[in-house]
DNA sequence: GGTTTAAATAAACGCCATTCATTTGTGGAG
DNA sequence: CTCCACAAATGAATGGCGTTTATTTAAACC
């Protein structure tokens, strides 16, 4: 055809973002194509590439949003909770439980290599120092006497381990070890810095 | 040409084996292909499928050969120590380095995912165990009171941590932490299980 | 020396990301 | 109202990939 004008290039990139979201869920990164995106929202592969500058760049934009829907859920479920140290366990479980209820989504977002040289995208990384901040943030409540800089090292230690955690409960790798409640996982890890 | 019984086949094995090797080793996962490998030993892909099922399953030997060097570099870095807490120290950092030193090799190892419904294969998991074991032997000894159920649960949450630091280091995602010696980051998530 | 048979090849299939010359509809100028 | 310029969209091409298969070729055996 050439020139419908039936939708315009923001709601373009809408349909198509909505339509990969789609398509990571249902059939993961195995699954995905760029040309199965472009005939979902009804235009070519070439259109598409108009929208975006390639597929990675489609895939910067999917993990900002995996990143928000998890910085907002833990925000979510902690924000009410007077007590700081039962705040970290609770989102140390939902960072945890994010990753196997949307495995594809989490694996697009950490397992997914970008070329090398390829700088970390900035605004993807956003959220996940607002997340930490809340994490810091939390910490320094129940330490009120630590100083900054062991806390920032305290907070970062916390949440790598936890982020572990995940990591490996999302790809069954603890299954050998026989655990399978990873709930009392992350809260021995947790312990440690409580 | 056809029938040329240069190379058995047990050879013809090693020798894509190791030319897999290298090129991960050179272009990481990305620019990986059984064309490449197959031309690096001087026959054809045909003849590469032949020796190995498919992709996946040449990955699982390459992994085997990670997970046996990792077991053997941790194993000789600690098996001479007296002080077990020292020990498991030290472990943590030689995984982290690991991860550092040979990042394509490591992306391989945790960051390829089988396609669903693949077991997770038995052998590609021995050598995690082994190395598991000797985390866990040393935690006992630093704790001797201990049960075993809840020395079991420790080892594995301390060992989650410890992946979970190496894996994001490895993936420079701490950076935007400012945290960049993670030495003292494995020290002080180590230092909760002591 | 001829025949069987295993080893190896070459070509094919269907997919992929990415690019680009070409077409086509639309909005504006006369 | 018509023509035109230009933006939107296409479709085909390029070069790569994993994997399969019919076919060729050389060695082994009788």
């Known amino acids: 055809m050439g020139r419908r004008n039936e939708h315009s290039r923001e709601e373009q990139r ?3 973002i909505a339509a990969a979201e789609a398509l990571i869920v249902s059939e993961g990164m195995a699954g995905f194509s760029m040309r199965k995106v472009a ?13 975006f500058r390639n597929q990675d ?16 859920e833990i925000k979510a479920a902690t924000q009410a909770l007077e007590d700081s140290a039962e705040a970290i366990r609770i989102a140390a479980r939902g960072y945890i439980e994010y990753g196997q209820r949307h495995p594809n989504r989490w694996q697009l977002l950490f397992s997914h290599r970008l070329p090398p040289g ?3 995208p900035q605004a993807n990384w ?6 930490f901040g ?7 409540q129940v330490r009120p006497q630590a100083d900054p800089a062991s806390l920032h090292l305290d907070a970062t230690a916390l ?3 936890v982020h572990g955690v995940a990591v490996l409960a999302q790809s069954n790798k603890l299954s050998w070890s026989g655990l399978s409640d990873y709930g009392r996982l992350t809260d021995r890890l947790v312990q440690g810095f409580l």
Chains 1, 2 share one sequence.
């Open 14 to 16: 809408e349909m198509a």
């Open 39 to 51: 005939s979902a929202i009804g235009y070519t592969v070439g259109q598409l590439y108009l929208l």
């Open 57 to 72: 760049d489609l895939f910067i934009v999917l993990n900002e949003r995996t990143t928000e829907e998890i910085y907002l």
């Open 118 to 120: 390829t700088p970390v």
């Open 126 to 131: 956003r959220q996940v120092q607002s997340l």
């Open 134 to 140: 809340l994490i810091e943030a939390r910490l320094q």
């Open 159 to 161: 949440w790598s381990g």
